[in-house]
């Protein structure tokens, strides 16, 4: 199940990133022609089309442009940014997106060339165009476009699409009421942790751990918000019940930990667990801020998932949820839940809030 989780999560990300790219050049390519009305450059690349007309090069373009930029983003993982020079990633993604500019103007220019020829670097030398204006001119505008590319699709990495869009037409000036379910995931004894580890060595356990974090990916859950060693996860009522996804998002992200717990007790001397807290309720999503704008949501629903999730170190239990979730699940066989019959009045809060531990059932050894 981990390895289908894994390759389930490389292959989302792949599409995801590839059909982000498709989408951003062949906008910003025809924007190009649109502005300028040169069409010389958008080529039947080694006759791969039948038809050779504008439209058809500039999807084929635009393909060839997003296989490249999903491979760059692979390329530059989070992993390989951390462990290298960021100047030196900064200078080679300059020149790679120079390079690249370069090499569609060389092509535009050089209508005949063939995939067999571009092996040869003498040609590069001996065919290379005289740089005009009309040249010149896409080389900016296309480093231009890569920069955006990086820009908005860390955007979208960091509010989400959806949000995005309603940030872009205006509507996340206007609250609006939403009903999700929502996770609160926290390191156990991470105070310790710290200070045996030091903060860098701390913080590099942090990343690896929320790098792991990606399955419940898998199990249609949004990643809102880091709080130092914890996050914030949510879904919105359909996905998360459906099939208790937002139960087995919390047991997936375990059994990613467990699985590599040689990797963390080697490189920290440790293996890092996490307990969690689970609840539902309607909350408010909306704009804040004036310079350093956010989306973010308010609402008491947040406030006692919190509370939940601190719970677990009083009950020594990794998952708790609320009374409320537990009557909205539909296939409560899957796991083992127990009621705790305490009078639990969560911290802050006047009413009692019914609360349930929730385990996984043990499998049966086949004799």
């Given amino acids: 199940m981990f390895l289908l989780d894994k390759l389930k999560i490389r292959f989302l990300n792949f599409f995801?990133?590839?059909?982000?790219?498709?989408?951003?050049?062949?906008?910003s390519l025809s924007f190009y022609v649109f502005l300028s009305g040169n069409e010389s450059l958008y080529i039947n690349y080694f006759s791969i089309l039948l038809k050779d007309d504008v439209y058809g090069n500039a999807v084929l373009l635009g393909v060839n442009l997003a296989i490249i930029f999903t491979f760059f983003d692979m390329l530059f993982s989070d992993k390989l940014m951390r462990y290298s020079p960021i100047r030196f990633m900064v200078l080679?993604?300059?020149?790679?997106?120079?390079?690249?500019?370069?090499?569609i103007v060389f092509l535009s220019a050089n209508r005949g060339v063939k995939a067999q020829e571009l092996l040869d670097y003498q040609i590069y030398y001996k065919r290379m165009p005289e740089i005009t204006l009309a040249y010149s001119r896409f080389i900016v505008w296309f480093y231009v476009s890569c920069l955006l590319n990086s820009l908005f699709r860390?955007?979208?990495?960091?509010?989400?699409?959806?949000?995005?869009?309603?940030?872009?037409?205006?509507?996340?000036?206007?609250?609006r009421v939403e009903k999700r379910i929502f996770m609160f995931i926290d390191m156990k004894s991470s105070v310790s942790i710290?200070?045996?580890?030091?903060?860098?060595?701390?913080?590099?356990?942090?990343?690896?751990?929320?790098?792991?974090?990606?399955?419940?990916?898998?199990?249609?859950?949004?990643?809102?918000?880091?709080?130092?060693?914890?996050?914030?996860?949510?879904?919105?009522?359909?996905?998360?019940?459906?099939?208790?996804?937002?139960?087995?998002?919390?047991?997936?992200?375990?059994?990613?930990?467990h699985r590599k717990r040689l990797f963390y007790d080697m490189r920290y001397g440790l293996v890092p667990e996490f307990k969690a807290g689970l609840h539902i309720g309607e909350i408010m999503v909306l704009q804040v801020g004036r310079f350093k704008r956010d989306i973010s949501y308010n609402g008491d629903t947040l406030n006692t998932t919190a509370r939940?999730?601190?719970?677990?170190?009083?009950h020594k239990q990794n998952l708790l949820i609320s009374g409320v979730l537990y009557e909205s699940l539909k296939n409560k066989e899957e796991f083992k839940f127990t009621e705790i019959k305490d009078d639990t009045v969560l911290k802050g809060k006047k009413q009692k809030t019914q609360i349930y531990k929730v385990n996984p059932l043990q499998k049966k050894k086949k004799k």
């Fill in 194 to 257: 710290a200070e045996k580890l030091g903060h860098k060595r701390f913080s590099f356990i942090v990343q690896d751990v929320f790098n792991e974090l990606a399955i419940v990916e898998n199990y249609h859950g949004a990643i809102y918000q880091y709080l130092g060693d914890g996050a914030i996860i949510s879904w919105d009522l359909k996905r998360g019940l459906r099939n208790n996804n937002c139960l087995k998002a919390f047991y997936a992200f375990q059994n990613a930990i």
């Fill in 92 to 103: 080679l993604r300059f020149l790679m997106y120079l390079l690249l500019g370069y090499l």
């Fill in 308 to 314: 939940i999730e601190s719970m677990c170190n009083v």
């Fill in 154 to 175: 860390g955007v979208f990495r960091k509010i989400g699409v959806t949000n995005f869009f309603q940030w872009i037409i205006g509507t996340m000036n206007k609250p």
């Fill in 16 to 27: 995801r990133t590839f059909f982000y790219h498709l989408f951003f050049w062949l906008i």
